[in-house]
């Protein structure tokens, strides 16, 4: 069976580091990172005259659903022409709305896919360490407005999303430190093989 696997987290939960190792590892794999999207929206906020922030109310009410419909639109595609694509990105609302991933379940049955959530689980300390460290501009806000920022962030796993019947619905990966991450990563590479027949 075809997959969709979401790789997602609170940001600088090393997300796209953990993404990229597990598209190297798996066969016939479609890697997409909505950070691609970033340039577009860059551009948005440049038209409408509107401070860079991509914690905004301008941000959420006019850009960030769009970056996720077309993200998912794209990856729906692609599952058209490989068995399994994986998507690099928070999905922070969606994995816990779960009339989106009833439907999205749905659209993907038709294409004789599954969905698999990749919950990347890292303290506060760490993901706030590795902000400062990759140094980027979509952060700045965040870090200067951190007890604010974190507030709104839910670090709690989206235990709704798992059916104890179905083995890879919901994979939890550890990425605190590099013992956890090479556990992690050797874990769900088994997991995600063996759902899809190929050990």
Known sequence: MKKLILVTSPPASGKTYIAKKLAEELCHVVYLDKDTLIKLSKQIFII?????NRSSDFFNENIRDYEYETIVAIALEA?????????????????????YIKNLKAI??????????????TSIDVTQQRMIERNSDRDT?????????IAGINFDIPIALDNPYVKDDLLIFKNSSDEEFEASLTKTINILEESS???
């Open 79 to 99: 599952l058209n022409y490989d068995d399994i694509v994986l998507i690099n990105a928070p999905f922070t609302k969606e994995i816990r709305d779960l009339n």
């Open 197 to 199: 027949g190929r050990k």
């Open 108 to 121: 993907l049955k038709e294409k004789n896919a599954s969905l698999v959530v990749i919950w990347v689980e």
């Open 48 to 52: 409408a005259g509107e401070e860079y």
């Open 141 to 149: 806000w965040k870090l200067a407005n951190w007890d604010e920022y």
